[in-house]
């Protein structure tokens, strides 16, 4: 059974920083791609980041230089370094893992609140 | 960016009623669209993917179809587990973009 377990969300201050991670099980990993989805509350789904097998990396314009994704193959897990934090980074964060170009599972999110 | 525009953003409709709605992408995004339900409280669930194949365990009341820039998403005969929110996503191209979603509401 494939299984996504997200954590690391929290409340932060504006310009502060967060380390997501994604636990992933069920599946191999290595052999992948996986992203990061937002939610803002209320609002609808954001996509944020993929991180392909190969290594390589794509982002949405909004967090380009801002969020970084990384994944450890060998710990099966997924990150998302999140720095220069804003308010419209506020949302609950998704991560999923790729299924040709689409994304066929999903975490239950980790809610990152931006504020001061 | 691609944008991709759903309509209508409300759908008020009855158990038992044929459904479509409408997905268009702003450029040529050929076969290249997925369909997602999401419940309140719940992450988001994929129906469908590449416009028309339906994912394992998705009841065959769902159907997608269209190329190019124009897709629908239809559901046969509604059922009281469809009232959700629908969105379309497209996987041509970096970034990936969503619609802003569907509505479907119980008249």
């Known amino acids: 059974e494939v299984q996504l377990l997200e954590s690391g969300g929290g409340l932060v201050q504006p310009g502060g920083s967060l380390r997501l991670s994604c636990a992933a099980s069920g599946f191999t990993f290595s052999d992948c791609g996986l992203s990061w989805v937002r939610q803002a509350p209320g609002k609808g789904l954001e996509w944020v980041s993929t991180?392909?097998?190969?290594?390589?990396?794509y982002y949405a314009d909004s967090v380009k230089g801002r969020l970084t994704i990384s994944r450890d193959n060998s710990e099966n897990t997924l990150y998302l370094q999140m720095n220069s934090l804003r308010a419209d980074d506020t949302a609950l964060y998704y991560c999923?893992?790729?299924?040709?170009?689409?994304?066929?599972?999903w975490g239950q999110g980790t809610l990152v609140t931006v504020s001061s | 960016d691609i944008q991709m525009t759903q309509s209508p953003s409300t759908l008020s409709a009855s158990v038992g009623d044929r459904v479509t709605i409408t997905c268009r992408a702003s450029?040529?995004?050929?076969?290249?669209l997925a369909w997602y339900q999401q419940k309140p409280g719940k992450a988001p669930k994929l129906l469908v993917s590449?416009?028309?194949t339906l994912q394992s365990g998705v009841p065959s009341r769902f159907s997608g179809s269209g190329s190019g820039t124009e897709f629908t998403l239809t559901i046969s005969s509604l059922q009281p587990d469809d009232f959700a929110t629908y969105y379309c996503?497209?996987?041509?191209?970096?970034?990936?973009?969503f619609g802003q979603g569907t509505k479907l509401e119980i008249k």
């Open positions: 991180i392909l097998r190969t290594g390589d990396t």
């Open positions: 450029q040529n995004i050929r076969y290249n």
């Open positions: 590449k416009a028309s």
């Open positions: 999923a893992k790729d299924f040709g170009g689409a994304q066929d599972y």
């Open positions: 996503q497209q996987d041509e191209r970096y970034p990936r973009t």
